[in-house]
């Protein structure tokens, strides 16, 4: 069965340095999404897109965190400059309807 | 999009049916309900998907009353390995499927 990719697993990063995160969806699949999920709680939607464009950013912390999906293919989540209260795991997930497929995710540690 | 309320956590032995159920009072006339289930450094796993009534698949059963302001996710006869936190989603497709994730069930299943 086909897999989202998410790259890298694991982060390590100091505050206020620059962090990215790169998933390539299961192909075909129109819809991306990007969560951050804080341990013990369930994801939180950041962004979605649809093909190219963004559907929903509403609860992207647009001062420090942007995401593209330039040819409506893979994406990039990217986070600058990281606090301390980034630290979480951020999925990814594609469809192609309503059922999500997600990706193992990026476990990010700012310290 | 329906705001959803399930248990926080249950507890069950091996070999049991578990029971699951998620309120969802505004639910709209075109949402679906979808359960999902998230390991530990996982990302969450489609585990079933419904409308109304009843939809079995090969590892759950999923119950819908006709009001559709609730439903039961059941599984049949849980092992150890059925420990993890099950999310139920209420949500329709604009423009992509648009869902939010709450705090979800912790199940633990005992020997």
């Known amino acids: 069965e086909a897999e989202v990719a998410q790259s890298p697993r694991y982060k390590i990063t100091e505050k206020s340095q620059a962090v990215a995160f790169w998933c390539d969806p299961i192909s075909g699949h129109a819809t991306l999404y990007w969560y951050r999920q804080i341990l013990g709680q369930g994801p939180e939607l950041l962004v979605q897109f649809q093909d190219e464009s963004v559907v929903d950013d509403s609860q992207l912390p647009k001062d420090r965190f942007s995401a593209e999906r330039l040819k409506g293919v893979d994406s990039t989540l990217k986070i600058q400059p990281a606090e301390l209260g980034d630290s979480a795991m951020y999925l990814c997930a594609s469809s192609l309807d309503e059922r999500q497929y997600f990706g193992p995710g990026t476990r990010l540690t700012v310290t | 999009l329906a705001k959803t309320t399930q248990p926080i956590s249950m507890d069950s032995y091996e070999g049991q049916e578990v029971n699951i159920t998620c309120s969802h009072n505004n639910i709209a006339t075109n949402d679906y309900i979808t359960w999902y289930q998230q390991f530990p450094s996982q990302g969450p796993r489609f585990i079933i998907q419904g409308y109304k009534t009843k939809v079995t698949n090969e590892v759950a059963s999923l119950f819908i009353p006709a009001d559709r302001k609730s439903s039961t996710l059941s599984l049949p006869r849980v092992s150890l390995s059925d420990t993890a936190v099950y999310y139920c989603?209420?949500?329709?497709?604009?423009?992509?499927?648009?869902?939010?994730f709450g705090a979800g069930t912790r199940l633990f299943v005992k020997a």
């Open positions: 989603l209420v949500g329709g497709y604009t423009g992509g499927f648009k869902t939010i």
